[in-house]
């Protein structure tokens, strides 16, 4: 393991509530992604950052935001969570220079 | 739209079977070509990866065979083992602006019968 955890692991929220998922590494890692996976869509991208403060969109980026104060938290909120929204989230972390991308444990979000 | 076709969806096998899986793309900026295995509950981790100077890459009981005028490339697993049941997915990187951006299939669910 490349020393991520995230947390919650699990959470149940309802619809119209604010969330916050937290990525944390010890890797110095510069790069930083949040996935989400879903049945029939594999992983696909909701944000990631090349650095602190410096953050871009994925392809499905919509009513997700992140934050990077410093290298090893990225933080993921859903400002108003909705049952779409109902999904397991993964981290990942990629060291600068290099191709492989280290996975944290995922959180597991369920919007009612 | 999927920017990587992956396929099968599932597969099932028997002990010292050679499953492969195949995924196929458009990008032609794609550059890395990784695939990932996944145990339920964990996170995916990196198996093995190509680049598209090299047409097979082998790393113990798996291999990868890429093609890259049929934008495709496949996953092997020779002498398979109940220990491999778990889901695969492969994954593309393209070279340049967009370099930091993965993409992935749609994963692969793989059952080794012992």
């Known amino acids: 393991d490349a020393g991520i955890t995230q947390s919650p692991r699990h959470k149940v929220t309802e619809t119209g509530t604010p969330v916050t998922l937290r990525c944390h590494q010890t890797?110095?890692?510069?790069?930083m992604y949040w996935y989400r996976q879903d049945p029939g869509h594999g992983l696909r991208l909701i944000h990631y950052?090349?650095?602190?403060?410096?953050?871009d969109k994925g392809e499905v980026s919509d009513g997700y935001s992140v934050s990077r104060s410093k290298t090893e938290d990225f933080l993921l909120t859903l400002e108003s969570a909705t049952s779409s929204q109902t999904s397991v989230y993964f981290c990942?972390?990629?060291?600068?220079?290099?191709?492989?991308?280290?996975f944290g444990p995922g959180t597991r979000l369920t919007v009612t | 739209q999927q920017q990587v076709k992956q396929s099968p969806q599932s597969l099932i096998v028997q002990k010292g079977g050679i499953p492969i899986i195949n995924c196929a793309y458009e990008?032609?900026?794609?550059?890395?070509f990784p695939w990932y295995q996944q145990f339920p509950g964990k996170g995916p981790a990196l198996l093995i990866a190509?680049?598209?100077?090299?047409s097979e890459k082998k790393e113990g009981r798996f291999t990868i065979s890429f093609n890259k005028s049929a934008k495709q490339f496949s996953l092997h697993i020779m002498d398979s083992q109940p220990g491999d049941s778990a889901t695969y997915f492969c994954a593309a990187n393209p070279a340049g602006g967009t370099g930091n951006q993965f993409y992935f299939g749609t994963g692969t669910s793989l059952t080794v019968i012992p």
């Open positions: 990942a972390t990629r060291l600068g220079g290099g191709h492989e991308q280290y």
């Open positions: 950052s090349y650095g602190v403060k410096d953050t």
């Open positions: 990008n032609t900026a794609f550059d890395y």
């Open positions: 890797e110095n890692h510069r790069y």
């Open positions: 190509i680049r598209p100077d090299v």
